[in-house]
């Protein structure tokens, strides 16, 4: 079985420009999740989405975030424009609807540099 | 308030030895999992062990057991015979069933395993 799937794996940019980042999860899984993490910190729940649908997304600067997942598969998470303080590791992970532990599964991350 | 706390950033242990990691927890949704994840330097997150609110036993998983008391909301993980590859960063986790599964992690507990 496939694991979550991210890229780019690592990713520098200036301040001000603009960044992309792509997530698939494992085949068959409803729930994906965006989280930020900073070096040193915990992971940050950014977004969560239940198939093509977005559950939480309180914690998602929205002035220059913006996710989506269209049909319910693969998702995007875009920053634009970029700050110093947006450097960090994108992490996406996903989850089945039911069933089991319901314990995340994580991509290896994206990580950003900001310059 | 935190959903999840760890308060220990560092523990040091000896190789062979038994470690105790720390984590509290803050719900008031009936159904909900504790989760552990090792995260090593290579930055991805790996899931070790799951208790559910419900479970009446402990959780254990090889050299990994969770002390779970429900009535002090805490569930620590224990590692025993500590090997050098487990030092990592280790988080714990929290998902509520009736809060569409949203996924809380905590700050953290960085893990040196000494020779």
């Known amino acids: 079985e496939a694991g979550v799937a991210q890229s780019p794996r690592y990713k520098i940019i200036e301040k001000r420009q603009s960044v992309a980042f792509w997530c698939n999860p494992i085949?068959?899984?409803?729930?994906l999740y965006w989280y930020q993490q900073i070096l040193g910190q915990g992971p940050k729940l950014l977004i969560q989405?239940?198939?093509?649908?977005?559950?939480?997304d309180s914690q998602l600067p929205k002035d220059r975030f913006s996710a989506e997942r269209l049909k319910g598969v693969d998702s995007t998470l875009k920053i634009q424009p970029a700050k110093l303080e947006d450097s960090a590791v994108y992490l996406c992970?996903?989850?089945?609807?039911?069933?089991?532990?319901?314990?995340?599964?994580f991509g290896e991350g994206s990580r950003l540099t900001v310059l | 308030a935190q959903k999840i706390t760890q308060t220990q950033p560092g523990m040091f242990v000896q190789e062979k030895e038994a470690v105790t990691l720390d984590c509290t927890y803050d719900?008031?949704?009936?159904?909900?999992?504790l989760f552990w994840y090792k995260q090593p330097s290579s930055g991805e997150m790996i899931f070790l062990i799951y208790?559910?609110?419900?479970?009446?036993q402990n959780a254990t998983e090889g050299r990994y057991s969770l002390n779970f008391q429900k009535a002090r909301k805490s569930a620590n993980l224990v590692i025993s015979a500590s090997q050098l590859g487990d030092s990592a960063m280790y988080f714990c986790?929290?998902?509520?069933?009736?809060?569409?599964?949203?996924?809380?992690f905590g700050t953290g507990t960085s893990l040196t395993v000494i020779p």
């Open positions: 992970a996903s989850s089945p609807q039911g069933g089991g532990t319901g314990e995340l599964f």
């Open positions: 085949s068959g899984h409803a729930t």
């Open positions: 989405f239940q198939n093509n649908g977005v559950v939480d």
């Open positions: 719900t008031s949704d009936p159904s909900y999992g």
């Open positions: 208790q559910g609110s419900y479970d009446q």
């Open positions: 986790a929290m998902r509520e069933a009736n809060t569409g599964n949203q996924f809380y």
